[in-house]
């Protein structure tokens, strides 16, 4: 399994960005994605997940703002964000987790910068 995160870049404060991860081989939908983050000197987190069944879950930090989707025909798993600001500058990453092998892959991240 291979994940291709892409979408990163420089962002004002206010403003929007769409990250997505492409992910390959077979079974995508069966597979729970989520999406963390990383800032520098800081611990990995998680940022959004969602299950095969399309049930979400957020960080406090990011409700309201931020909305992961998938689309099981695209092998895409995409987080739309929102009302960025500085301190959601970081890493972004994206992981899958397959339950019938417990399994976990991860991504090689995409940077998001919010300037103020």
């Known amino acids: 399994v291979q994940l291709q995160a892409s979408g990163g870049g420089l962002v004002q404060v206010g403003g929007s960005l769409r990250l997505a991860c492409a992910g390959s081989g077979s079974a995508f939908s069966g597979r729970r994605m989520g999406w963390y983050r990383q800032a520098p000197g800081k611990e990995r987190d998680l940022v959004a997940g969602i299950t095969s069944?399309?049930?979400?879950?957020y960080a406090d930090f990011v409700k309201g703002r931020f909305t992961i989707s998938r689309d099981n025909a695209k092998s895409t798993v995409y987080l739309q964000m929102n009302n960025l600001k500085p301190e959601d500058t970081a890493v972004y990453y994206c992981n899958a987790f397959v339950?019938?092998?417990?399994?976990?892959?991860?991504?090689?991240?995409?940077?998001?910068?919010v300037s103020s």
């Open 99 to 113: 339950p019938l092998n417990g399994l976990e892959y991860w991504g090689k991240g995409t940077q998001v910068t």
């Open 53 to 57: 069944a399309t049930t979400t879950k």
